[in-house]
């Protein structure tokens, strides 16, 4: 079936301009998550949704980022004010369900957007 | 704080030679670890995790937790293993479903 997607492959804006990065998960996947990849970096968790709702959004990095699900599915991540330091691949996962007495679910990721703030 | 750290940036390695990627974690608790990989253009993926204990495309890794390490070995090297590979930890606490990630090795197979 289809993996999850994510829209635009790449993403080019001037400092101070706001972007929104969107992610589809695959299909009947309960959890989400967003993570940032810095060039020469590992994956970098930002927020993880279970349904409608942030579970842990202990990664986002200030106020200038935000991210809603609002009906389970698809989600959208939202910066604000943009800065050269927010260029950044940044990544999508979704799995199938949130169940931590069963050990972490399979995190399934996405192609990424490449953000590129000028 | 939970930590990955993966000390090669870089790894080449003769066909036919065996592999090791080194993995070191930090974690107060009781860790998931996993290993994922990224080919030339393509998504990452889920190679192994520790729970499974099985050898996927002829790798293996072995939790030890007495060293806090999780490498990822290969007997014998093939072509199409080069690619980047990340070490991965999720805590196994309720709730806690993030991963953190090593900064990765990317392994380079000379034919």
């Known amino acids: 079936g289809a993996g999850v997607s994510q829209t635009p492959s790449n993403k080019v804006t001037e400092k101070g301009k706001y972007v929104e990065l969107r992610c589809d998960p695959i299909?009947?996947?309960?959890?989400l998550y967003w993570y940032r990849q810095s060039l020469g970096q590992g994956p970098e968790f930002l927020i993880y949704?279970?349904?409608?709702?942030?579970?842990?959004d202990s990664g986002l990095p200030n106020d200038r980022f935000f991210a809603v699900r609002p009906e389970g599915s698809v989600s959208t991540l939202k910066i604000q004010r943009t800065e050269r330091g927010d260029s950044a691949v940044y990544l999508c996962?979704?799995?199938?369900?949130?169940?931590?007495?069963?050990?972490?679910?399979?995190?399934?990721f996405g192609p990424g957007t490449r953000l590129t703030v000028l | 704080a939970q930590r990955v750290t993966q000390p090669e940036k870089l790894l080449s390695v003769f066909k036919g030679a065996p592999v090791e990627l080194k993995c070191n974690y930090s974690y107060s608790g009781s860790p998931e670890l996993f290993w994922y990989v990224q080919y030339s253009r393509q998504r990452l993926q889920l190679l192994l995790r520790?729970?499974s204990r099985e050898s996927i495309k002829g790798f293996t890794a072995d939790l030890n937790k007495g060293e806090t390490s999780f490498h990822l070995k290969k007997p014998f090297a093939q072509e199409e293993d080069s690619a980047m590979y990340y070490c991965a930890l999720s805590g196994l606490n309720f709730g806690n479903e993030k991963l953190t990630f090593g900064t990765g090795t990317r392994l380079t197979i000379i034919p």
């Open positions: 996962a979704s799995s199938l369900t949130s169940d931590s007495f069963s050990g972490t679910d399979t995190q399934y």
């Open positions: 949704f279970q349904g409608t709702g942030a579970a842990d």
């Open positions: 299909s009947g996947h309960t959890a």
């Open positions: 520790h729970i």
